[in-house]
């Protein structure tokens, strides 16, 4: 069953779901995305930003650590993770933590 697609807001709770998980692939020597005959190699925000999803934190938790991590406009981080995150969404590689719950 494919998951439902998600639409990610700040109150949304990321998480990959079963079929991903973010691995540092030693062959590569970088972060990937391994899924099912998939495999996505995200840059290093995107990857700092996949740590941070793990289901517990919603979308202006994580916003918020970056923007005080990098000194940063909220407003400006906040527009490129939500995109970020969607465009993941919507590739099937992010889910919503509730949707993962038995």
Do not use: N
Not at 40 to 54: G, K, N, S, W
Not at 86 to 97: N, V
């Amino acid at each position: 069953m494919a998951p439902r697609r998600i639409s990610v807001s700040e109150t949304s709770r990321p998480v990959l779901p079963r079929h991903a998980r973010l691995k540092f692939d030693d062959t590569r020597q970088r972060w990937v995305i391994l899924a099912p005959e998939r495999v996505l190699a995200p840059d290093e925000i995107a990857v700092e930003i996949l740590q941070l999803c793990d289901g517990a934190r919603d979308v202006a938790a994580i916003i918020d650590a970056l923007a005080a991590k990098y000194a940063a406009g909220r407003a400006e981080i906040g527009h490129d993770v939500i995109a970020m995150l969607q465009d993941l969404a919507d590739k099937g590689f992010l889910t919503e933590a509730r949707e993962t719950a038995p």
